[in-house]
């Protein structure tokens, strides 16, 4: 559960907003599958991962997602993505079948290819660029809604100087709201999809100032 109070009071201390079990059925691997076979724009973002952005498919995979952020938030969606990782520098264990097919079909059709200098290990990676797999330490211009589904993220938060001032792990089903103008990263640790939807200012919350 998840209420206005909530969001005000995140924006207003300047960290994120968890709430555990948000979605207790989120789409599963079968589920993106079918997502990225009805996306005819898909977003490669590297060899080893990429992003749906067709509203349609993506809030069809979410169905009723948005209408009950609608109930604690006065903004509306400005964009939505699901996010899909395939490798990170901490764990690539899996043997969800959905998954390994859905691995092999994008690594076919994906432009960008793994480099062959690239070792992918079962806990990480052996790769003299592994530094590289450092996750960006950023702020978002808007408020977003995060929804973990299969797999684990790894969230840290920084105050407006970077200093880390907390850190948290995301697992399945869980919600993560994060205020605008808030330094974060976000990294793997192992194979991974999410949902993230930015939102227009909900002006009870933007009124604090705080961004």
């Known amino acids: 559960m998840i209420t206005k109070e909530d969001l005000i009071l995140a924006s207003k201390q300047k960290k994120i907003h968890r709430v555990r079990n948000f979605l207790v059925d989120h789409p599963n691997w079968s589920d993106i599958d079918k997502a990225y076979e009805s996306d005819n724009d898909v977003k490669y973002n590297s060899a080893s991962s990429f992003q749906l952005q067709n509203l349609q498919v993506v809030f069809d995979c979410y169905e009723g997602l948005v209408d009950r952020i609608y109930k604690v938030h006065d903004g509306r969606p400005i964009f939505a993505m699901i996010i899909v990782h395939f490798v990170s520098r901490n764990s690539n264990v899996i043997d969800d079948k959905d998954f390994l097919s859905l691995r092999n079909k994008v690594y076919k059709e994906n432009p960008k290819k793994i480099p062959e200098s690239m070792i992918i290990k079962d806990y990480g990676l052996d790769d003299e660029t592994l530094e590289l797999w450092a996750p960006n330490i950023h702020?978002?211009?808007?408020?977003?809604?995060?929804?973990?589904?299969?797999?684990?993220?790894?969230?840290?938060?920084?105050?407006?100087?970077?200093?880390?001032?907390?850190?948290?792990?995301?697992?399945?089903?869980?919600?993560?709201?994060?205020?605008?103008?808030?330094?974060?990263?976000?990294?793997?640790i192992g194979p991974r999809h999410s949902f993230s939807m930015a939102f227009s200012d909900d002006p009870e919350i933007t009124s604090l100032g705080m961004v």
């Open 139 to 188: 702020f978002d211009l808007q408020e977003r809604f995060y929804i973990q589904g299969n797999g684990q993220t790894l969230w840290r938060i920084f105050d407006n100087s970077k200093t880390l001032t907390d850190s948290i792990i995301v697992n399945p089903g869980d919600l993560v709201y994060i205020p605008k103008g808030l330094f974060h990263s976000v990294e793997s």
